[in-house]
């Protein structure tokens, strides 16, 4: 009788918890449980970095954040202005190389933060947490399925 009244107990606790939308209590946006920061903040334990470190890193990460989200409007540009292409009468080769114009120095411009920002976290890390960060970015986030893992398939012929 005990075990029935704790699983129900149990049951309407995930109800409840499931019903609010989050698994974590005491975490707010951005805090170690959710958003944006956690992935960052997971990266920071393994690199053992400072304070000071994880600030010019953030700083560096948000401006590349800014600059991709900011390419989202020219997405919407792009479809509208590629739908008045197909709309008119006759095709306008120029109208779409200045499309491409467009989308040519939008790419240039994130480049040109994303190599700034990479510049900003390479002269903050030292030669150890650069080393453990390069490896980081080359196992890539499902390095268990390329290296091996409990769940890795091997292929007979």
Not at 25 to 43: A, C, E, K, T, V
Not at 84 to 104: M, N, T
Not at 116 to 128: E, F
């Amino acid at each position: 009788m005990i075990g029935f009244v704790f699983g129900a107990a149990c049951l309407f606790g995930l109800i409840a918890m499931a019903r609010r939308g989050r698994w974590h209590h005491g975490y707010g946006r951005g805090g170690f449980g959710h958003g944006p920061r956690r992935f960052l903040n997971r990266i920071f334990s393994r690199l053992e970095t400072s304070p000071s470190q994880e600030k010019v890193i953030v700083s560096a990460v948000e401006d590349v954040r800014g600059a991709v989200f900011a390419l989202r409007g020219e997405a919407e540009a792009t479809r509208s202005e590629i739908a008045r292409l197909l709309a008119d009468e006759s095709f306008d080769p120029e109208r779409l190389g200045a499309l491409f114009a467009r989308h040519d120095d939008a790419i240039r411009q994130l480049r040109e933060k994303l190599a700034g920002s990479m510049a900003q976290v390479h002269a903050t890390l030292d030669g150890t947490q650069r080393a453990s960060l390069a490896r980081l970015i080359d196992e890539g986030p499902f390095w268990r399925r390329r290296h091996g893992g409990p769940y890795r398939q091997t292929v007979s012929i």
